[in-house]
Structure formats: C-alpha cells, structure tokens
C-alpha cells in the first residue's frame, strides 16, 4: 500500500512522507526557544526532541540517545546510517495514516506538530570545515574560457580528480540571511592599478552541498565504495562570487575573499536515502579514473534545480537559469574518497559543495558569470536586465526530485544583496 501521512500533504508540497527532511529551529511561540531538530512534512515541523522526550524513538540504536535534545545535528550524524534507517522507519511509521500513537495523542500532537511558519530555521550543523569543488564540467569549461582563453579552458589535471579549494566556514549562513555586498581588490583593466571599493561583479553560485556523517581518522582514508555511508545528506548551496575580487587574487592559491564573505546553505537536509528512488547513473568518466576513484556503482541524482532573482521592488521573482544536479562529472562519493585520499580527516557536519552545477545549454547556467558572460551581454530579470547582481536583488534557488505523485524537495536557498558598507 502507498505510503501516507495523516497530516496534510499538498500534492505540490516539496515535503512528503518520502522526504522527511531534518532541519534545527526555533518556536517562538510560548514554548521554549531552545534550538532543536526537527523533520518537515507538508506545512509543519515535527519537533523530534518531543518525540524523543515520549520515548517514540524506541529501536535498539535509538531507544537509549539523547541525539535530539541537541542545538545542532552532529551527533545524530556521527552515529551513522544504521542510526539514520532507524529513525526513517520510526518517523515515517509514526507519521502514517494506520498509525495511532501520534496521530491520536492530541497533547503530544498539539505539543510536538509545528506550523512550519511559526518556526525560524536555524544552521542544521555546526560545520567545522567546508570545501568546495569544482565537479560540472560545463562550468569549468566555460570559466576556463572566460578566465583563461580558448587555448586550453579545462586543466588536464581536471579529468584526474575531483578538483576543489579549501573554503570558510565561518561565513556559511542560513537562508534568509542578507549578503553585504563585499568590498575589495578589483581586476586592473589594462594599465591600469587594481582599485579598492565595492564588488562591481557580484554573482551567486547555483551549488548543491554533502553533509559529511561519521568521519574518518587521521590517517585513515575513506573507500570510495564506502564513501555513501558517510554522507548524511544534501543541501541547497550558493557559493556567492565576488568576480572581479576572485579574478584578481586567485592565481596561484585559488579562491580567498572573492568567496568568503557569505554562503548560504538551505534549512532542510535531504538524506540520501530519501534521494534514492531518483538515483541515476553519473557520466562515463573518459580517461576512466584511477582505481582509488573507480566505484562499484557511479550515481547521480535526478534533482531539477532552479535560480529565481526577485529585483527590489518587485512583486514577482524571475527564473535565470534551470540545471539539474544530474550533471556533475564528479559524483559525491569520489569528492569525499578524493577529500581523505592523503590520510585528510573529515567530521560529522564538515560540508562539501559540489561546485556549480551548470548544464550544456546556455539556459543552464549556473552563475551569472556565465549567463552573461562576464558581463558582455545582459540576461533579462522580468522587466529589467541584469550583468551581475545589484543591491536588494533577492535570489532563490530551489531544487525537487518529482516522484510518481509525491515530492522528494530541498524548499528554497535564498539571500538578498546589501549595499556596502560606505
Ligand atoms: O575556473 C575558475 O577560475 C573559477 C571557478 C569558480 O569560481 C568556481 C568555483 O567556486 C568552484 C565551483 O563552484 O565550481
Ligand atoms: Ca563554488
Ligand atoms: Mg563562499
């Protein structure tokens, strides 16, 4: 029999009983405010510590932990996919239609059923370290292009291994959160001297991003066909872009403060085993690569992704660009296995952007860099044009898996654009 709630699912909702999100939030009602873990299912958030609390989590790995009377998901995430299946099976039993120990308990329903829009989302995790890759290799070739000529525009080194750069973590932010434009080091044009000032060429990311589950020992790198059973998860990600600051400072050490003012990460964390009914094979890897990246199974996911900008002013919100996260070359079990191949540790709550994920066709592209080209033609916002984004443009990505009556969806990853500081 089909899988279905008793509370309300709209046929459009991006949380179904298949989803079953997690998420850290804040009631502001007359409760406590104390930060919590949640999963969303249709227009509510389950508060999993009241659950937790009734005693509801009671398998064998469960039954016994305190994993969601915590601020942030790290510890439900180090204990790893024995523990993540668990609690699946419980919350999607609980939450059932032929299932009364929730559906008809009216306190603990009252206490422990949210309406999503009395919740203020919070940072799922507390992420100590973040990277971010480099994996669609439509991006690259067009970032080659435009940065470094026509000659060569994708590195040999980039059909090898998963390239990627060290980020900062401390800027990664919740949806929501307004990005000041950043001030910095401008690319001369000419003969001209670097100036100082505001970002002329700000631009967002269109990037998803692994929640890293138990991590590895120093020393002790992680096989590529285990690497599955340490992620948790994927969220919506924007690696916003100070263009011409990145163009100026990146060679030879590669991204610095053209990236790290603001990253915005979505609330919800889909589990990768809610994504697995829209699993799909990865792109055949020519050169095939070294065995220590060669895997059993190669998946991507079927996730159609979307970026809307909402210009000041503005009623409506425009889409820019539609890619799928289908077209990274690089899956997320080889950027994890490549991450700890030199011995590196990685940490329950450590984040791994994928990169860009643009598609081949011009329409989906994932940056403004290059819908317009670094600038050299205008893509049109609605009414108005842009070349890259300027102040109070809001910009939302959003990403579903369409499933055959239900949705498996990320909500939104949005931020709006403030002026500089003067
Ligand atoms: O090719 C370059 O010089 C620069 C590329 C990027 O800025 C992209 C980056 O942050 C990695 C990615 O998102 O794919
Ligand atoms: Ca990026
Ligand atoms: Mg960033």
Redesign the pocket.
């Given at each position: 029999m089909a899988l279905k709630s008793f509370v309300e699912v709209k046929l459009d909702s991006h949380f179904s009983i298949h989803n079953l999100p997690y998420g850290i939030f804040k009631h502001g009602g007359v409760d406590t405010t104390t930060p919590r873990p949640g999963v969303a299912i249709g227009d509510y958030v389950l508060d999993l510590s009241a659950i937790q609390s009734a005693g509801l989590f009671d398998g064998p790995l469960l039954c016994n932990s305190d994993c969601f009377h915590q601020s942030n998901l790290n510890k439900f995430l180090e204990l790893g996919r024995p523990a993540w299946k668990e609690a699946r099976a419980t919350l999607q039993k609980l939450l059932s239609s032929d299932e009364p120990a929730l559906q008809n308990n009216a306190s603990l329903k009252q206490m422990a059923l949210l309406p999503m829009d009395e919740v203020e989302m919070l940072l799922p995790i507390a992420i100590g370290d973040y990277t971010?890759f480099f994996s669609s290799k439509h991006h690259a070739k067009n970032c080659g292009l435009i940065f470094r000529g026509p000659e060569n525009p994708v590195n040999p080194n980039w059909f090898h291994l998963p390239i990627a750069y060290h980020?900062?973590a401390s800027?990664i932010v919740i949806s929501g959160t307004d990005i000041i434009r950043p001030r910095g080091q401008g690319h001369p044009s000419g003969n001209s001297p670097p100036y100082f000032g505001p970002s002329r060429k700000l631009d967002f990311e269109l990037e998803m991003a692994a929640v890293v589950g138990p991590g590895n020992e120093l020393g002790k790198p992680i096989d590529v066909n285990e690497a599955a059973d340490h992620i948790f998860g994927v969220v919506l990600m924007n690696?916003?872009?100070a263009r011409d600051i990145q163009a100026w400072e990146y060679v030879p050490l590669g991204p610095f403060l053209g990236?790290?003012f603001?990253?915005t990460i979505s609330p919800w964390i889909v589990t990768l085993d809610a994504l697995e009914p829209f699993a799909c094979d990865a792109p055949t890897q020519i050169p095939p690569p070294l065995p220590y990246l060669s895997e059993k199974i190669s998946k991507n996911y079927d996730i159609s992704l979307e970026v809307r900008i909402k210009p000041a002013g503005e009623e409506n919100s425009f889409t820019v660009t539609s890619s799928n996260f289908n077209h990274l070359y690089w899956t997320l079990t080889q950027q994890l296995a490549h991450h700890t191949i030199n011995g590196c540790n990685l940490r329950p709550g450590d984040l791994l952007g994928t990169g860009t994920i643009s598609g081949p066709e011009a329409e989906s592209y994932g940056c403004l860099l290059e819908l317009t080209w670094n600038g050299t033609k205008e893509l049109s916002v609605g009414k108005t044009s842009r070349k890259f984004l300027e102040d109070g443009d809001e910009v939302i990505i959003s990403g579903i898996c369409k499933g055959n009556g239900y949705n498996v969806g990320f909500g939104t990853c949005s931020g709006k654009i403030l002026p500089s500081l003067p």
């Open positions: 971010d980020g900062r800027s690696d916003w872009s990236k790290s603001g990253t």
